[in-house]
């Protein structure tokens, strides 16, 4: 397979290096297009148009096109779209574009990371696409943290009954913890509670297959979690499976992963750490510089010094300006020292 993705950076638009994009996958991804023989793919959920970059550079090879939905697309997506023509931007959200989009040979749902917005995708296509019609399709973040954790690119798309309360500005989530975590990774609009029925993206998928005969579920655990699923009557299904057996729920692939996510999050922690630190470090300097130029403080030391002087208290006791302006000096960071 040729190289689809020549000088792509897979942390263009992801600058703390949390691997958030599909692109992670791309040497799995498009072997399950080849396997396929995909001459549409729909990616739902392009945004920056990563992913969608490495799609374009697969379809000029093969021929194939590729459609992107995104309701609000970046600027790059917007001139990726200009620049190629095997390229159709829809500035849609999903639920609007499903029903009249031509059903594609297969389907990338990437998109708002929630199982109602899943849910009803898979319902749609599921509707266009009965049976072993049933697009090849391809999901992201199936694990940890959305796979089993609501979020929300908007809550207010979202119907009442089928939100669950969000965690808001008051902390984040953490591995481990299903509840918020004061000091977590920052997801204000992902629920507040992991767990549970109709919550996450992979909880959505695999109430969608359980309903379908013959649909089955492969789960890759890396970069947040890659989900193939497809009908196994469709003639590529044996290539399917002998190209994922090999990684479905693979243990060793869930604990690099489980390792990974849980490195981001102390390295989150420990920064967050350092942050209040800072602040509490620059309250303290504030207050010393405060006391250093006041009158009352000069008084201060005038008495401690008079008090060492007879005897009346230690020498050890005094206090000084001196004193504070070496403890500034200490504080200060080291680029204000130099």
Known sequence: MSDERPGFDPYLHDPEGWGVS????????????DAVQARSVLEVGAFAGDLTRILVGWAGRVGARVSAVDPAPQPG?????????????????????????PVP?????DGDHNYHTVSQELALIGARAPGQELPLLLFHDVCWPHGRRDDYFDPEQIPVE?????????????????GVD???LPYPRSAAREGGPHNGVLTAIEDFVAGREQVRLVVIPTFFGLGVAWHTARSYAASLAALLDPFDHHPVLAR????????????????????????????QRALLDRLLHSSAFALAERLSRLRAATGIAPEAATVSRAAIRAALEDAAPASDRD
Do not use: Y
């Open 22 to 33: 599909m692109g992670q996958m791309t040497e799995l991804l498009l072997p399950c297009l």
């Open 162 to 178: 089928a939100r669950h309360p969000t965690i808001g500005g008051g902390g984040g989530i953490s591995p481990g913890n299903p």
């Open 182 to 184: 004061p000091r977590g």
């Open 77 to 101: 997506l917007v001139e990726l779209a200009e620049r190629e023509p095997q390229l159709e931007l829809v500035r849609e959200t999903s639920l609007d574009a499903l029903p009249h989009l």
């Open 105 to 109: 040979d297969a389907l990338v749902i």
């Open 256 to 283: 690099l992963e489980a390792n990974r996510v849980d490195q981001l999050a102390r390295r989150h922690r420990l920064q967050t750490e350092l942050w209040e630190l800072q602040a509490q470090l620059t309250r």
